[in-house]
């Protein structure tokens, strides 16, 4: 069953559903990936890669530069995104965050 839903049938999740902290080592490059999710383009199947042509002005206009070892973990947190919102659209799989 769904957390929210069991929450609201009055079973205690603890905090289950309260995010994890970010590590604050991780924090600064956690906030590029807040702010490059909001210029991912629209995909034919799912949701489309977050391609260099995207992320470069975004961080440009903002005066960022990234190390080669934060551009290949976006690129991993972009198809870790993707794998999941995929799943979510396949018979069986589980419903997606605002589903119950």
């Excluded at 906030?31 to 991912?40: A, C, D, M, P, T």
């Excluded at 973990?73 to 605002?98: E, H, N």
């Amino acid at each position: 069953m769904h957390l929210r839903a069991a929450q609201r049938q009055g079973a205690d999740v603890g905090d289950l559903l309260e995010p994890l902290p970010i590590p604050a080592a991780a924090a600064a490059l956690w906030g590029v990936w807040q702010g490059l999710k909001g210029q991912r383009r629209p995909g034919m199947q799912g949701l489309a890669p977050l391609l260099a042509a995207d992320i470069e002005p975004w961080l440009r206009l903002r005066g960022l530069r990234l190390t080669p070892w934060e551009l290949d973990t976006l690129d991993a947190l972009d198809m870790a995104t993707r794998a999941v919102v995929a799943g979510w659209s396949r018979p069986g799989s589980p419903a997606g965050p605002t589903s119950e």
